[in-house]
């Protein structure tokens, strides 16, 4: 009887384990979502952080005219239309600090319009 009990635990242990080892790949296999709202001449957040090997998606949206984004390190570009929206998804594979630029003329602080996104360990 203590056998079974035993086998039992142990049975229930592993399932367990299996379980939440499981529940936890699949979290960290799910893209981490980030807001950006865009206007002249402005990315709000200016600077975001991300994890190296972690999925992102940067989700950006416009107040105002058309605007763009262009990290060229990390070989990303994206169109944004005038009160639109667009999405950059990837997986940052190396650290660092990338800076994007607008890609679309969109005033005079146009050449001032950057986000930088540092990727850490």
């Given at each position: 009887?203590?056998r079974?009990?035993?086998f039992?635990?142990?049975?229930t242990a592993?399932l367990?384990a299996?379980?939440?080892?499981h529940?936890?790949?699949q979290t960290?296999?799910?893209?981490?979502?980030?807001?950006v709202i865009?206007?002249r001449?402005?990315?709000e957040p200016g600077?975001?952080?991300?994890?190296k090997?972690?999925?992102v998606?940067i989700?950006l949206k416009?107040t105002d005219?058309?605007?763009?984004l262009?990290f060229r390190?990390l070989n990303l570009?994206?169109k944004?239309?005038a009160?639109?929206?667009?999405?950059?998804?990837?997986t940052?594979?190396?650290t660092g600090?990338?800076?994007?630029?607008?890609?679309?003329?969109?005033?005079?602080?146009h050449?001032?319009?950057?986000?930088?996104?540092?990727?850490?360990?």
């Amino acid at each position: 009887m203590e056998r079974k009990s035993a086998f039992a635990a142990l049975l229930t242990a592993v399932l367990l384990a299996f379980c939440l080892s499981h529940s936890t790949a699949q979290t960290q296999s799910s893209p981490r979502k980030i807001d950006v709202i865009v206007k002249r001449f402005a990315y709000e957040p200016g600077e975001v952080t991300v994890k190296k090997g972690q999925p992102v998606v940067i989700a950006l949206k416009s107040t105002d005219v058309a605007h763009g984004l262009r990290f060229r390190e990390l070989n990303l570009d994206t169109k944004i239309p005038a009160g639109g929206a667009s999405e950059l998804k990837f997986t940052p594979d190396k650290t660092g600090d990338f800076v994007g630029h607008c890609s679309v003329f969109c005033g005079p602080g146009h050449g001032a319009m950057t986000l930088t996104i540092h990727v850490v360990e």
